[in-house]
């Protein structure tokens, strides 16, 4: 289920099942979206990036889905294992410019 | 693929010390690098933008005599910390961008100031 912390909303999941992160982003102008996982005391790790012209892409065992009507992003981890644990981050961006961290959802997969 | 290597990974220093942390673009030459802070279960904060030559750009709320950036060629951006104090305590990371190769991150710094 999913839940929210003191700063950092969970989603917890067994080991196998798909998951889903939600993002609502912020600037209808952004024409650039990435998501991030970061583990404990690392930096950013890319997964997947859109633009704005797309509404789906499709990676290894990642697909983000893009909804510029109502400004979400989504990120589907299939069969998701317990090295996905992590924190996910959404991020914006206008040509290139400085991008936009979301708030973050932590991950949590249970063997 | 780009990586970007920071150091030191962590550091210890004492109130009231200067701490520099470094950034290096290793594979690829970055028009812009930027550096974030990020406290505990919170997300990456923009710091400052800077570009190789020119001063760095601050986010509001950021003070730029107290976090001094330099970015003296396109591999390399350092970000000092002056006159530290343990509420500047946090991970800081910085990323590396060239426009054709989107945004490299470096593995995070985490200050501890005591």
């Known amino acids: 289920g999913e839940s929210v912390g003191l700063h950092l909303p969970t989603l917890s999941v067994q080991e196998g099942d798909n998951s889903i992160i939600n993002c609502a982003y912020s600037?209808?102008?952004?024409?650039?979206f990435i998501w991030y996982k970061q583990e404990s005391g690392k930096g950013p790790q890319f997964i997947i990036d859109?633009?704005?012209?797309?509404d789906k892409r499709q990676g290894q065992r990642v697909t983000v889905l893009l909804n510029k009507t109502v400004k979400h992003l989504s990120l589907q981890i299939a069969a998701t294992q317990p090295g996905d644990s992590a924190v996910y981050f959404c991020?914006?961006?206008?040509?290139?410019?400085?991008?936009?961290f979301g708030k973050g959802t932590m991950l949590l997969v249970s063997p | 693929g780009a990586v970007v290597s920071q150091h030191p990974s962590r550091v210890i220093c004492k109130s009231g010390t200067s701490v520099k942390i470094e950034c290096r673009s290793l594979?690829?030459?970055?028009?812009?690098m930027f550096w974030y802070r990020q406290f505990p279960k919170q997300s990456l904060m923009l710091m400052a933008t800077?570009?190789?030559?020119?001063?760095?750009?601050?986010e509001q709320g950021v003070e730029k005599d107290k976090f001094l950036i330099n970015h003296a060629s396109l591999t390399l951006s350092t970000l000092t910390v002056t006159s530290a104090h343990p509420e500047d305590s946090s991970f800081y990371i910085c990323?590396?961008?060239?426009?054709?190769?989107?945004?490299?991150f470096g593995s995070g710094t985490r200050l501890t100031v005591v």
């Open positions: 990323s590396a961008s060239m426009e054709t190769r989107g945004y490299t």
């Open positions: 600037n209808s102008a952004s024409d650039y």
């Open positions: 859109i633009r704005s012209n797309m």
């Open positions: 991020a914006e961006n206008i040509g290139y410019s400085t991008l936009t």
């Open positions: 594979d690829f030459q970055a028009t812009t």
């Open positions: 800077s570009n190789e030559g020119s001063k760095a750009t601050y």
